[in-house]
């Protein structure tokens, strides 16, 4: 089965600003009832839908790989790359960070707060949460998450700003 096969039968997610590629694929992917593997299979990726929703950009994204994806999901080849980090950029793969204060005005996982370079919050000055501050699990990736709390009690991401430490200059 191609793309253009069904294409008509999927449902179009907006894309945020400065949302990670890892969010985004998991929303796609639950607006339109798929895995990771039958999202790969649809735009003829394989396994790399499942790498990318995990920051595994080795090899990186090449250009006719977004193309492909931009069949499948409707958003331009340039927006998906502008998804990615910058060349010479280095992503952490884990610990997932999250700012709770940009989480409550915006829900989205933004693409900066897995940067190697970033520590911070760069528009509220707080340090980034890895984990829960609330019973310490750590935040499982972006595309998994579906209502932004804690996978294990339960508390909103939201709600998690008031625990963040503001970054002293």
């Keep these: 089965m191609e793309a253009s096969d069904i294409q008509p039968w999927l449902f179009r997610v907006e894309l945020f600003e400065g949302e990670s590629l890892s969010h985004f ?57 502008n998804m990615l980090p910058p060349a010479g950029v280095g992503m952490k793969h884990e610990p997932i960070r999250l700012c709770g204060a940009c989480y409550a005005e915006f829900a989205c996982h933004r693409i900066e707060w897995q940067f190697k370079t970033t520590d911070r919050c760069e528009r509220h000055q707080l340090r980034l949460l890895s984990e829960c501050p609330n019973c310490k699990a750590r935040f499982k990736v972006p595309a998994l998450w579906v209502d932004g709390h804690c996978q294990r009690c339960f508390m909103t991401f939201a709600e998690m700003a008031k625990y963040q430490k503001p970054v002293l200059q």
């Design 25 to 81: 694929l998991g929303r796609f992917r639950r607006a339109n009832n798929l895995t990771p593997t039958g999202l790969g299979k649809v735009a003829g990726l394989g396994g790399a839908i499942a790498r990318w929703e995990k920051f595994y950009h080795n090899p990186f994204p090449a250009q006719q790989q977004l193309e492909a994806l931009a069949t499948v999901v409707g958003i331009k080849a340039d927006k998906l790359a």
